[in-house]
């Protein structure tokens, strides 16, 4: 299973696909994959871990009771998204972020019409030690991933959403009580693509 030091070697030479500045729409965002390895104490050959939120439930919100990574939209004074992801971090779940280790490619797009024009920036991290989160009112609840769980196929299953009369499915796993699926899962497929790991890749992607 993968173990940080892996991740970050497979991440450090890695080249995003960006947005050029002229096509970004008006909604930008970033989010942040945070990365913890267990140490032997904790867990024997223990997978590294990664943190995902349960965003609260909000009349109005497109991704409303959604998991998530930590972020959001950036705002006029983030100098660059990379701040918005650490900013949004500090806020949501009030954990510092040093240097991210690296940046994925950028997203856009989805076939929920309540969504506007986005474009989002995923940039991925590590702490050192778990650290002590304190979610404030956007955030329902925090968990770590073990990565191994998120590659195992027993995992993995479909999520089904309806949408103006017309259900629909789409890729996602399930962790405890936590379903991940929508623009999160593009993501996690990006980030195991660069890290040299496969995960279900159908269709329809939300």
């Known amino acids: 299973m993968p ?5 970050r070697t497979r991440l ?18 970033a989010v942040a994959l ?22 609260a439930q909000r009349e109005g919100d497109p991704w409303s ?49 309540r969504v506007p024009p986005l474009l989002v920036a995923p940039y991925v991290y590590e702490v050192h030690e778990r650290p002590v989160l304190e979610a404030n009112h956007e955030v329902n609840s925090t968990v770590w991933v073990p990565l191994r769980w998120i590659l195992a196929s027993e995992s993995w299953t479909a999520y089904e959403v309806e949408r103006d009369d017309a259900r629909m499915e789409f890729p996602a796993f399930r962790y405890d009580r936590y ?7 593009r993501i996690l497929r990006n980030f195991f693509a660069v890290v040299g790991r496969e995960i279900p890749s159908p269709d329809d992607e939300g």
Not at 18 to 24: G, H, K, M, N, Q
Not at 38 to 45: C, H, W
Request: glycine content about 6%; charged content about 30%.
């Open 3 to 7: 173990r940080l030091d892996d991740i």
């Open 12 to 29: 450090v030479d890695y080249r995003p696909t960006t947005a050029p500045d002229e096509d970004r729409p008006d909604f930008e965002a």
């Open 34 to 55: 945070v990365l913890y390895q267990p140490d032997a104490s904790e867990a024997e050959g223990a997978s590294a871990e990664l943190l995902f939120i349960e965003r």
């Open 65 to 113: 009771g959604h998991m998530a990574f930590p972020g959001g939209r950036r705002e006029q004074a983030d100098v660059d998204l990379q701040q918005t992801a650490a900013r949004e971090t500090l806020e949501e779940v009030g954990l510092a972020l040093r240097e991210p280790i690296a940046s994925l490619d950028h997203f856009s797009g989805s076939r929920n019409v």
């Open 179 to 185: 379903t991940v699926w929508g623009l999160t899962y």
